[in-house]
């Protein structure tokens, strides 16, 4: 049981940092009548792209083998196979944005490769969220000290302390651009990280001075 008056509040902080990583999907693709063939192909295809991807080394963070599908396609009625259809992803994660555009280009221009992104975001353990909620949590002390001031009285103790929210979704944003006859550019434009960070804090104060 808490003895004395009690203030609630809330305490809230935002952050706009530059993203620490990006992430983008590659799929290659391949199709054709033949089973073997369609197989072989998207092999090959894959295969590619993971030279491309090896030559970029360091620059790379992460990259993943996600979804591989294969499956028929057939006529509207019946069940005659007429193609078979192939695809495998791979998810890239880099943290050097200096050849991310190069990179992405280089793979859309392989044939039959879809490129899919970026998405742009923060480390888990970025020390961006830490700072964030370590100044939500001073903002409510002093939204308390505020209150109770203009009481008359101050703060004395904290009796709970609690996450109000989660950080923001992030966003990512890209765009191709190239000259007539010239070759080609891929314009990438980092979207600052949004980090929000919320507390709900209850204190004790001494008695107010209401005269």
């Not at 369609?38 to 996600?66: F, Q």
Request: aromatic residues 4%.
């Amino acid at each position: 049981m808490v003895d004395g008056p009690v203030v609630a509040v809330r305490g809230e902080a935002y952050r706009e940092v530059q993203p620490e990583l990006a992430q983008f999907t590659v799929t290659a693709m391949a199709r054709d009548r033949d089973r073997e063939t369609t197989l072989s192909r998207l092999a090959e295809r894959a295969a590619a792209v993971r030279v491309l991807l090896d030559g970029y080394g360091p620059v790379i963070e992460r990259r993943e083998t996600g979804e591989l599908r294969v499956r028929p396609e057939t006529r509207r009625s019946g069940e005659r196979v007429v193609a078979y259809h192939g695809s495998v992803s791979t998810t890239v994660t880099v943290s050097d944005f200096t050849t991310l555009g190069e990179l992405m280009l280089r793979l859309a221009d392989q044939d039959q490769v879809e490129v899919a992104g970026p998405w742009w975001s923060l480390r888990p353990d970025s020390p961006v969220h830490r700072e964030a909620r370590h100044a939500a949590i001073a903002d409510a002390l002093h939204r308390a000290r505020e209150y109770a001031e203009a009481l008359g009285a101050r703060v004395t103790a904290l009796v709970e302390l609690a996450d109000a929210d989660t950080d923001r979704p992030m966003l990512a944003r890209m765009a191709y651009a190239a000259e007539a006859g010239g070759t080609p550019e891929l314009e990438l434009d980092p979207r600052q990280q949004t980090v929000q960070a919320a507390v709900h804090a209850r204190f004790t104060i001494s008695e107010p001075v209401l005269d």
